[in-house]
Structure formats: C-alpha cells, structure tokens
C-alpha cells in the first residue's frame, strides 16, 4: 500500500492491542464481554473523538482471530442493505471457523427523528445478532439512544491523558524522521486535549513547513485565524447587527474554547466599568453553559451564545478601532504545569488518602498542615514514602 | 475503651473503633447499633458536616458486623477521587463477585463524599446497588443530602449528623492529651476548637502538628501551627480588585488556586469571611456580601468556577471605585 498520501493519523492507526495507549479498563472489558456473549450481544464504546475508539475495536478482533463487519450509521437507513451484510453473516456463524465481529461506527449519526426506522433497525440486531457487536459513540447519553444503553454493555473511553499522547507524538516523529524540539511537542499534547487524531494532524501540519516559528500559526489548526476575527469583532464593535449576532457561526471551535478565549481577553479589551459589565455578561453565559451540560435544555445555547457575543460587546457605547495584539487562553495551560509540577505532593497524598480514609482532594487541600504531621520518620515509614516524596516534604 | 490502632497518625491511632468510644451522634449511634446487633443492614446515608463521625462509624459497623475478618468484607471508595461511575462500578463488580466471608451474607461498601457524583454516575450507582442487592450493602456518607438523587435516598436509611459539641471534641482531646502526655491550657483547647469549626478530624491534626513541637500545648503555638497552615492569603486578591488592578487579582488568584489545590467554593469562603476585615464601609460590605452570595448561586449552577470569582472580582473592583449601588451590578 502507498502510505504516501495517507494522513497520519490514518498511517498510524494502531492495529494490535499492545499499541493502545492508555485505555486498560476499557480492554479489559471488552475481553469480558466476548468471552460471555451472547450474555449481552453489543457492547459500546463511548468517548470523546480521537481517544481510540474504532482501533479498539480492530485491534482486539486481531488479537481474537476475528474478521471485522463495518456498518456505519448511514448503513442503517437502508434496511436491505443491512440484511445483505449481516443477514448472511449471521446465519453463516461457523462456516469460516473464523469468528466475525459487526462494528457499527459512529452510531451518533443515526438521528433520532429522520432514521427512525434506522434505530429500530440497530436494536432489532442487537436482540438476535449471532456475532458479537461492537458499537462506537461520542455521547451515549443522548436521549435517542436509552434503549440501546439498556441493551447493551457500556463502557467509556477516557481522554488520552497529555503524557500519552506526547509519547505517541514522540514515536511519530522518530518514524518519520521529523524534528521537533521537545516544548513544541508538548503544546500540541495539551492543546490535543486527548484527542490523538487531532494531535497527529497537527504534527503532521507542523512537519511540512520549514520554519519552526510558524508553530505557533498551527497550533489550533485553522481555527485561530477565525477565532482572532470574531474577538475583533466583539471587543471592537458595538452595534448588535446581524453579524454581530452570528459573530461566532464562522469560529470552528467547542463552545468550551471560546469562552476560555474570551475569558483571556476580556482584560485585554476593557478596563474599569465596562470590563465589569463585561465579566457580568460572561458570568452568565457560563451559568447557561451549566444548565445546559446539567439539565440537556439545548435552547439556553442561545442567551449562552449571544451574551457571549453581543452581550460582551454591547458594554461600549462606540466602536474602537486600531490593532489589538488578542492572547491565546494561557489557563488550561498553567493548570497543567502546576499539575507536573505538584506530581509529587499528589503521590505524597494519595498514601496518605489511602492510610487516613480521606480523599485525595481532601488531603491535597490540608497539604500544609498534613506537611508538618508527615515530619517524623516513623510516620514516612508507616505510609511508605519514596525518597523522593521525603524531599519535596523537606523541601516544601 | 477500644484498643488503640496502631499508627503514627492520630487521626487513626484514636479513631474510636466501638460504638461506646464515639462522642456525640447519641440518637443516630443507638438506631445504627441495633441495625447491627441484627446482624443486617439497610443501604445507609449518612449525611454531615465533615469531622463528625460518618467515616468512623462506618468503620465501627463493618467490625462490628465481620468482626477479624472486616477488612475482607469492606470496600471503601471515595466519589470525590473516583469520579468515573465505570471505576467504582467495575470495583464494585470484583468486589461483589465473591461470596462474603464468615456468618454475614452481604459486604459492605463504604462510598465515600457520594455527593460528588454527577446526576449520570449516581443512575448508574441506583442500578448498580440495585444489582448486587443480595451481596452488598452500601454506606454512603454526603456533606448535603439534597446532592443525592432521591431514588438513591428512597432505597436507603439516612441519618444526618450534627456539628460535634465544644464538650464532646474536649473529650477527645483530653484522651489523646493523657496517652501522649500532652499539656494543654483551656486556652490553648479554645484555639484548637476555633481553627477548627467543630471538625474533629482537623482538631487532632492541628494538635499533632502543634504538639510535634511541643508537648506543652499553648494557644501561641497553635495559633502559630494555623497560620503557617493557612493557605495563602486571598486579601491579596481582593487588595489587587479594590485598587482596580483585575489582570494582577486574576493571576493571584489562579495561582492561589493551583498551589493550595482549593476549590471555587473554598475561595468563596474565605472572600466572604475576609469582607468584613476590609477597611471599607459598612454598606459596601454588605453590598459585596450580596454579590458574594450571587456569585456562590452561579458558581454552582455554572460550568466554570474561575469565570465565576472573575466576575465576583468585578463587585470588588467596583467597590475600589467607591460606587455602592454599582457593587451588585444593579444599573
């Protein structure tokens, strides 16, 4: 095969259980879930994009001998089309010796209303299906699916934790005989947020331009570009027009993002009076992003977008003109150095946790006074601290 | 008295390991003791204020019930660190596979904080105690009851637990004092219990940090033992907000926050005590207080808890800039 023009994150797609970063759990249950069918027939792999999802399904149909069965969520619209594939497999079970595995991928595509029958259709083969069925979603909890998460073993996917994923990033590199230096690496890890694909086509991005300074163009893809022209727009007009009202519709970014974004820049925008109304109006955006994570009220997205748009910009009375040096978000990025770097204060309280009945956050949080209680040498002895743990106490 | 369990913490060494060493909880420790004295238990929900008892009582039940064997028989798990329901279910799951050891045919699970579940991970856990009903029991201790989905609370006896009186923490104290030779003034008792708003656990931790020191307890010392633990002053914030200067509040308090590992909530807590030590008038306290209030309220209804003190940050700023009215954003 030409892998010339494969993405990499297509190229690298890992295929063999060992290669799965950082999901265990997730393998483990899987390995249960064949070795009982047909207890349950289907399984569910649930996760956020680019965790591993479709090559954990792969990989563990190689490691069981199994040939894999793919239907997608568009498959399920035409009936016939079903029956064809896995009407025969389903009949023919041990004809091959060989056993087979349906993997329905990306079943969020099914929709609820317009593939009714598509939905039926899924859980009609999952009662009877003689093949183990491996299925892979981003949101299980949607509400079209509460049947299917009733008939089936779920089990979710973690994010890739940063460290994984720059190691992955790492081995990459080596393969592909790029160099990066170490830091540049790291950002793209933790502006991948877990997700591997993402971080991969970054890289790859990255690779194919000479200068090393046009990182920091890369770093959310496409996405800053359009980010830094709806900011503009915000922080710099002031009239609530029909584009005012769409500003963020051109941004190609998790709601999540952007409110970090505007977070970042609010200051940078506005002083005094207006940067407090400012932070008001995001203050409530933020309290309609809660309800709607809390309560799924879907149409709260409209006072969470406009206050975020109009709102923010509507505390001027003129419009500003000139040029605004706009920052990237820079938070998510401190919690997780602070997080590296308080590494050992963590494993320190963990024993402690462990030892006292108390939770990890709880001990973190009485850190300065566990401190002086974990002085004595005994008492080290007796939660077994690592030399390393018994520095950083003395040191702190 | 019990024995004392060995161990160099004190919080465990004098954990009270039978009901007749508990202090205070008088009602809730005679209906629990006679649930065990019938050698089977509801689902429990044990809902209190931190340091008053839920986790030691939890512990007392399963020996009482296992006697030897307690530690085969008891899982314990805290929802504050173990946030994925999959985790505590697949814990649960090995957990209850095997049958329990000894006369009692269940084990027990001790859940710890459960009110840090997410509505989805405690559907899960209805289902789940609802599954391994025949085999496991659950203990589940909660600072609010009202966190809890009322079909968990519905399938579960609750009992909420007071603060611990001034008199009944005295006589722990007093306990601990004479087993490791210990002098302590009232004084010095009155400064142990002040720092620590009637949770027990944090007053035998500020004792053993004090007493590391010295045997001889004084109220200098312990107060010298709180302020070194301390976290960070939030004043410094709230200075930089009243002076105007937001980016250098804001990036204070990020820092405070990741360093010291405390939560919105916590930061929420001590700017609301810490309003009243600012040299400003009265009405712009309580103006600030009210706005400390709204800013709790949306901190739990909202997603993210640094947005919300930023925008509390704001009510300080305006407070700097002398307008009373403007504090709460009332235009």
Redesign the interface.
Same mark, same amino acid.
């Given at each position: 095969m030409n892998l010339k023009n494969v993405p990499w994150c297509e190229k690298y797609r890992v295929y063999e259980l060992e290669d799965i970063k950082g999901q265990d759990?997730a393998v483990d249950?899987i390995k249960v879930f064949l070795k009982s069918f047909p207890k349950k027939r289907a399984i569910v792999l649930h996760g956020p994009p680019g965790v591993g999802k479709t090559s954990l399904a792969y990989a563990v149909a190689g490691e069981m001998g199994a040939e894999i069965l793919e239907l997608n969520a568009s498959d399920f619209r035409n009936k016939a089309k079903i029956g064809e594939i896995v009407g025969p497999a389903s009949r023919q079970a041990s004809l091959f010796g060989k056993g087979k595995i349906i993997l329905i991928d990306e079943v969020d595509g099914i929709s609820a209303m317009k593939d009714r029958g598509g939905l039926a259709e899924l859980l009609g083969l999952l009662a009877k299906s003689a093949f183990p069925i491996i299925v892979t979603a981003n949101d299980i909890?949607n509400k079209k699916f509460s049947l299917l998460r009733k008939k089936a073993e779920?089990?979710?996917l973690?994010e890739i934790d940063s460290k994984v994923v720059l190691k992955i990033l790492m081995d990459v590199c080596e393969k592909e005989d790029v160099v990066v230096t170490g830091e540049v690496l790291k950002g793209i890890a933790i502006r991948a947020r877990g997700d591997i694909r993402a971080a991969l086509n970054d890289l790859e991005v990255l690779s194919k331009m000479d200068s090393e300074s046009l990182m920091q163009e890369v770093g959310d893809r496409d996405r800053e570009k359009s980010v830094f022209d709806a900011l503009k727009k915000v922080f710099q007009g002031s009239g609530i027009d029909e584009e005012m009202l769409r500003v963020y519709d051109g941004v190609n970014m998790p709601i *999540?993002d952007l409110?970090l974004w505007v @977070?970042e820049n609010l200051?940078v925008a506005y002083k005094?009076?207006e &940067?407090? &109304?400012a &932070? @008001?109006r995001?203050?409530?955006a933020?309290?309609y992003?809660?309800?709607i994570?809390?309560q799924r009220h879907w149409r709260f997205m409209v006072y969470e977008y406009f206050l975020l748009g109009a709102g923010i910009a509507n505390v001027k009375k003129y419009d500003r003109s000139g040029w605004v040096q706009y920052k990237k978000p820079s938070?998510i990025l401190?919690?997780w150095l602070?997080n590296q770097r308080?590494a050992k204060?963590k494993s320190i309280c963990v024993k402690?946790?462990k030892?006292?009945?108390?939770?990890?956050?709880?001990a973190?949080? *009485?850190?300065?006074?566990?401190r002086?209680?974990l002085?004595?040498e005994?008492?080290r002895k007796?939660l077994d601290l690592s030399g390393d743990e018994i520095a950083y106490l003395d040191k702190v | 008295m019990g024995d004392i369990y060995n161990s160099e913490v004190w919080t465990e060494k004098y954990r009270p390991q039978v009901f007749e060493d508990m202090v205070g909880q008088e009602e809730i420790l005679k209906r629990v003791k006679s649930l065990v004295d019938s050698m089977n238990i509801p689902h429990l929900l044990f809902a209190g204020p931190a340091g008053v008892g839920k986790s030691t009582l939890a512990l007392i039940i399963v020996r009482r019930l296992f006697g030897a064997s307690w530690r085969e028989n008891y899982l314990e798990l805290n929802a504050s660190d173990e946030r994925g329901i999959d985790v505590v279910r697949q814990k649960v799951k090995d957990f209850a596979r095997t049958k329990a050891l000894g006369d009692v045919p269940f084990k027990v699970i001790f859940l710890d904080e459960a009110d840090a579940l997410t509505r989805e991970a405690q559907q899960a856990l209805r289902r789940t105690m609802e599954n391994y009903t025949s085999t496991c029991r659950f203990v589940m201790s909660c600072n609010y009851s009202s966190k809890i989905l009322d079909p968990i609370q519905s399938r579960s006896v609750v009992f909420r637990f007071q603060l611990l009186d001034r008199k009944d923490i005295k006589k722990r104290i007093d306990l601990i004092a004479e087993r490791e030779g210990l002098v302590i003034s009232n004084d010095a008792f009155s400064a142990l219990y002040e720092a620590s708003e009637g949770d027990c656990r944090r007053v035998i931790n500020l004792l053993q940090a004090t007493a590391s020191i010295s045997p001889n307890v004084t109220p200098d010392l312990v107060n010298t033992i709180v302020s070194k633990a301390k976290p960070s002053d939030i004043k410094i914030v709230l200075d930089y907000a009243l002076s105007g200067d937001f980016v250098n509040a804001k990036e204070k308090l990020l820092e405070i926050m990741l360093k010291e590992s405390i939560s919105g909530q916590d930061v929420i807590k001590a700017i609301q005590r810490e309003i009243w030590n600012l040299p400003i008038d009265d009405g712009v306290k309580v103006a600030l207080t009210e706005k400390t209030g709204e800013a709790e309220f949306r901190l739990v209804e909202g997603a993210d808890e640094f947005i919300q003190l930023e925008a509390l940050l704001a009510g300080f700023i305006r407070a700097g800039m002398g307008d009373v009215k403007e504090v709460k954003g009332e235009n």
């Open positions: 759990l249950k909890w779920l089990v979710q973690k *999540d409110f @977070e200051a005094g009076e &940067l407090c &109304l &932070l @008001e995001l203050s409530l933020d309290v992003r809660g309800r994570r809390r938070r401190k919690i602070q308080a204060k402690y946790a030892a006292c009945h108390v939770s990890v956050k709880g973190m949080k *009485d850190f300065m006074l566990l002086i209680i002085g004595g005994s008492v007796e | -």
